[in-house]
């Protein structure tokens, strides 16, 4: 029986995202389920995830994209039918670390001058990637055509999802794969280096030339990851 791949996507992004890769797992046999993040909250957002992994029966293999990497680390707590976890240009937080403290532990990243600002009633913010920079930042190597509608569909990231801390990662228990890019601009490459290191990943692949949207410009090589981790 082969696990169900749980596809779990990150900020400025959506379940589509995962559209390539999809179709190379379900080629392979996989049952797929591309999990809808809500990019609220992270302990918020974790429940969502978590939820979801209830109703599923038979291992599972959890995958995260971005912030979604920290949403599957604390998403699998209490689920003994995880069986490994995937980051693909993912956080990966250790316990009281928030994503906007990892992005800014090491340089690199030009995240921060590309935002615009939303403010909601509720006191919070979200954060939309600025749509004439989102090629360049997020997705510079796929083709401009695909980035304009990407920009266009992306779902924004809450200041609150932003700021919260994670709860005790699952990565200390679970076994981890680690894919991430080399021009990655959201996330720098040195803290993708350190939390694939931190967390004993048992592979760990770098991209050569690749930009932060590796689920949509390399589906090929993420997919290979997923079976890998899978087997």
């Known amino acids: 029986m082969k696990p169900t791949i749980v596809l779990v996507h990150g900020a400025f992004a959506e379940s589509a995202s995962w559209g390539g890769v999809i179709q190379r797992l379900r080629a392979d046999g996989f049952p797929v389920v591309a999990a809808p993040n809500p990019l609220r909250s992270l302990s918020g957002d974790a429940a969502v995830v978590s939820s979801l992994l209830a109703t599923i029966s038979g291992p599972v293999v959890l995958v995260g994209h971005s912030y979604g990497g920290a949403v599957i680390s604390n998403a699998a707590a209490g689920h003994d039918h995880v069986q490994a976890l995937v ?136 997919a290979d990851v997923i079976v890998k981790a899978a087997g």
């Open 87 to 222: 980051f693909v240009a993912a956080f990966a937080p250790e316990v009281g670390e928030s994503i906007g403290q990892l992005s800014g532990r090491f340089p690199g990243s030009t995240l921060g001058e590309t935002l615009q600002e939303v403010p909601l009633p509720d006191g919070t913010v979200d954060l939309y990637i600025r749509q004439e920079k989102f090629h360049q930042q997020f997705t510079a190597d796929v083709p401009a055509e695909r980035a304009a509608v990407d920009a266009a569909a992306q779902r924004p990231l809450n200041t609150t999802a932003l700021n919260e801390g994670s709860g005790e990662p699952a990565w200390k228990n679970l076994p981890s794969w680690f894919i991430y890019p080399e021009l990655d601009r959201n996330i720098p490459l040195a803290a993708h280096r350190f939390m694939a290191e931190r967390a004993g990943a048992r592979i760990s692949v770098e991209l050569a030339g690749a930009s932060h949207a590796i689920p949509a410009s390399q589906p090929g090589p993420v």
